[in-house]
């Protein structure tokens, strides 16, 4: 065993585990100075204040197995008495912030490209280069902005998500270099100070030591954006390998213009409830001047489309909305307007592609979850009965949960429930209501 040491030495550091993680399960026993990730072997080093820090962190996990995010880790003593900078990545400087970020992808079940790459980063900075290439780590990138601090507020904002859902995690350095070098604009680097390069087939990055960015991904992976990283042939996978008919999913206008309401019975969550279904919603605004008239900041340029394809000439409160991309790139925010952005009740933040399968115009029928498990059927209908006439409903469980069909007798009955009674308390749980596909109610699922 090693000698005691302020540098404690973690084994079984899955991708998953971000350096946050590893600094919470340390600094209730001092201050830690230096963390360095060691991403290729699944290992870290940390380096606390002095020593009786680092031996009472041992001490206590001598006794206790420490566990981050259900994964087991092991720690013992390094055998640095101090770490350098020569322990971290030759490319990367660690946290002595610099406008060139060190991108590492882990968990890269779909393919990276520069576009990808550029539209997560650009949202905290003018990105003036981005270079990929494959090395040991796995897939890389440098990311150079005309800024530092752009640089440092992307690094703190991206560190550690997924660029699609359940996959390809940053994992984000400060790079040591000055100036990236690009000679080509093509799908593995871009200088988008210089349009004008040329093109290379099958151009390598000229920046020296760094390999091909090769196409690393599992054949029929299903990736899946987050908010304004929409990739649509990511979510074609997710709708099984085609987009629907009338879908093209190159959209980038995220706002929608909403008109025709009946702005005597609608409201921002009534709203948030009927867009919801089609993506993540940012905010939404009423226009006081126009009382009918309303703006959906949707979370990306697809999901924006979604709604406008689905929900144009819907009924609503005896009104048949016009639906519309706004001239609006994005909605500012006021004391007019509602925030979103961070609502649990957002359904794409978990499940996206199983939610973006389900996405359909209104129909007669729809589909109710997160039931209590003591529900009747009598207490459902009880519940949404006032929107219309109810034809048929059927209670049945899924894996271990309630959920239930209703039909109704019109389209516009069914979307006024939803909308009235999507998140609503039905017997103490909170419900969701989404629009089924189903003709009949004999059927046991959506």
């Given amino acids: 065993m090693a000698e005691p040491s302020k540098v404690i030495h973690v084994r079984n550091v899955g991708h998953e585990i971000s350096e946050n993680d590893l600094l919470q399960l340390f600094q209730p026993f001092g201050v830690i100075t230096k963390l360095v990730m060691l991403r290729a072997k699944n290992q870290a080093l940390l380096q606390m204040q002095d020593v009786p820090s680092a031996m009472a962190a041992l001490q206590y996990y001598t006794n206790v197995q420490p566990s981050i995010r259900g994964r087991n880790v092991y720690v013992q003593f390094s055998s640095h008495q101090e770490l350098t900078t020569m322990d971290q990545n030759t490319q990367g400087r660690g946290d002595e912030p610099n406008r060139i970020l060190l991108v590492t992808i882990h968990h890269m079940l779909y393919p990276i490209t520069v ?39 992307a690094r703190t904002s991206l560190q550690g998500r ?185 359904r794409f933040n978990r499940n996206a592609a199983k939610n973006y399968r389900y996405c359909c115009s209104p129909t007669k029928m729809i589909h109710l979850s997160t039931l209590p498990q003591d529900v009747t059927e009598e207490e459902i209908v009880s519940h949404l009965e006032e929107h219309g006439t109810i034809v048929n409903t059927k209670l049945f469980e899924m894996n271990g949960k309630k959920q239930a069909l209703v039909m109704f007798e019109t389209e516009e009955q069914a979307t006024e429930a939803l909308v009235c009674k999507h998140a609503s308390s039905l017997g103490g749980s909170i419900i969701r209501i989404s629009f089924s596909q189903l003709q009949s109610i004999r059927e046991n699922s959506q």
Wanted: charged share 20%; proline share 4%.
């Fill in 162 to 346: 997924n660029i699609y859902d359940g996959c390809c995690q940053l994992d984000i350095q400060f790079s040591n270099l000055d100036e990236l070098q690009v000679n080509y604009n093509n799908e593995r680097s871009r200088d988008f100070t210089n349009p004008n390069l040329p093109s290379e087939q099958k151009g390598r990055s000229s920046q020296s030591g760094y390999g091909d960015a090769g196409g690393m991904y599992a054949p029929g992976a299903r990736a899946v954006p987050f908010p304004q990283m929409a990739n649509a042939a990511a979510i074609a996978a997710a709708f099984g390998g085609s987009l629907p008919p009338g879908i093209s999913g190159t959209n980038e206008r995220c706002t929608i213009l909403v008109s025709n309401l009946n702005s005597d019975r609608i409201d921002e969550d009534k709203l948030f409830n009927m867009f919801s279904l089609y993506g993540n919603i940012i905010r939404i605004k009423l226009l006081r001047n126009k009382p009918d008239h309303a703006l959906v900041q949707m979370a990306d340029g697809f999901q924006a489309e979604l709604a406008v394809h689905f929900l144009k000439g819907a009924i609503l409160f005896g009104k048949r909305l016009e639906v519309n991309f706004s001239k609006h790139q994005n909605i500012t925010q006021g004391a007019d307007t509602h925030e979103y952005i961070n609502s649990n009740l957002n």
């Fill in 115 to 153: 576009e990808v790459l550029h539209q997560v980063f650009t949202t905290h900075g003018f990105v003036e280069k981005i270079v990929t290439f494959q090395k040991s780590a796995g897939f890389q990138a440098l990311i150079q902005y005309q800024l530092r601090q752009s640089a440092v507020v």
